[in-house]
């Protein structure tokens, strides 16, 4: 299974910009997806969740500024994001809990980052 990120880039403040990540590979079905990031000389921390159903789970510094969202039927996960700031800026990565095939347990993945950096 690969996790295939696309989307960062570099943005002034207060722009916007919609990342990616699209899953492939021996796929019965995927739970959770989210984002997360890591900055420099940080820990890697969560951004954003969204469940099979659609349930979502924000970090607070992110809550009324991203949006997570899925297409199910392509096993891709989006984060929109507006309102940016610079101490958005880091690396950015997606993870996703997959069961490769019915009645198995579910593996975690993580993608290959892709930067953000927002100029103030």
């Known amino acids: 299974v690969q996790l295939q990120a696309s989307g960062g880039g570099l943005v002034q403040a207060g722009g916007s910009l919609r990342l990616s990540c699209a899953a492939s590979g021996r796929i019965f079905s995927i739970n959770d997806m989210g984002w997360y990031h890591q900055a420099p000389g940080k820990q890697r921390e969560l951004v954003a969740t969204?469940?099979?159903?659609?349930?979502?789970r924000y970090a607070n510094s992110v809550k009324g500024r991203f949006t997570v969202s899925r297409d199910n039927a392509k096993n891709t996960v989006y984060l929109q994001m507006n309102m940016l700031k610079p101490e958005d800026t880091a690396v950015y990565y997606c993870?996703?809990?997959?069961?490769?095939?019915?009645?198995?347990?579910?593996?975690?993945?993580w993608g290959r980052g892709t930067q953000v950096t927002v100029s103030s």
């Open positions: 993870n996703a809990d997959v069961k490769l095939w019915a009645g198995s347990s579910q593996v975690n993945y």
């Open positions: 969204i469940t099979r159903g659609g349930t979502t």
